[in-house]
């Protein structure tokens, strides 16, 4: 019988929030409560960043609650501070002795991911300009240089990873709630695309989307990684912030088209990292120049050149440009990438290109860098 939304707060009504016995589907903290078409929950507690630590066991066991309800196939519960607009402030937590922090201590980072030694946002001002294409090709052509890779595919409303890899079916889960990575062509790979039905829409709010993206990080067997590349949603909102806050991201690699209008939301794109003090690794070019294969003519259908005047301009480096090319395009659709499948070709080439120049920003780049605090003001 499939689990509906009434039988998960039936369950939820049964998880008490403080010693006078409030319950949690009563306290004005449980979000929207989603169930997926593949009976995956997700919910998120309303807490005050003060009440986190005294919050913990009462997201386990509304996590646990639910996970007891026949046919749930996965939770992704999370606290969150985003307040909805019918969320009451929480209550004050109860006072405590103060405890300051050493002297010129950081705030509070997220913790590293074990085994991984970078991990680097693919990101894009806009949706369209092939991202997705180009940090499929770009994992490859790193692994091509003898370097672990992997490639988590956090585009949570598009994702794209399972189609460019022709992979399909679900991850195993391996122990408790951590799941073992898919491999495609000898990368190990994570998308939101193997958990849920391929036509699903995916209309989550922002603590659903920040909880899926934490557990997809850090609920998955990454093993030992030189590099773990994170495909990430177009634009500059939830997710981006989530990844900046959650973990140390050794930096992010801007792609764009050269159009004015691609480059107007790249150039957000790059100030956002910059804002949350995440490296700025390169800009790419996509789609660069069409050469046509029957008269050898080339043109630049989407401008040349701009991404590259916008990286000198913002002072960022800049990777390289990759052509506007049908066999790039075919081999994506149909799930043979470029560089795994033709690595002595040229477009091929131009990866390994872009990639080498990455490693070589990302390996003088500090793999310690804490993740910073978020204040959105």
Known sequence: MAITRDDVLKALAGVTVDAGGTTLTGSGRLSQVVVDPSQRVMFSILVDPSEAERFEPVRRRAEGAVLALPGVTGVFASLTSERGPNMPAPAAAPARPATPPPRGAAPGPGPALPGV???VAVASGKGGVGKSTTACNLALALQAQGLRVGLLDADIYGPSVPKLFGLSGKPRVIEGRTLEPMQGYGLKVMSIGFLIEPESAMIWRGPMVQSAITQM???VAWGELDVLLVDMPPGTGDAQLTMAQATPLSGAVIVSTPQDLALIDARRGVT???KVAVPILGVV???A???CPHCGQASHIFGHGGAREEA???????LGEVPLNMTIRETSDSGRPVVATDPDGP???VYREIAGRLWGNLSGAGAGRAAPKIVIE
């Not at 000198?312 to 800049?318: D, H, I, M, T, W």
């Open 117 to 119: 030694r970078h991990i």
């Open 217 to 219: 990080l850090r609920e």
């Open 272 to 274: 956002m990292f910059k």
């Open 285 to 287: 070019e996509n789609m």
């Open 289 to 291: 120049t069409f050469v």
């Open 312 to 318: 000198e301009r913002l002072g960022v480096p800049f």
């Open 347 to 349: 477009q091929a080439s």
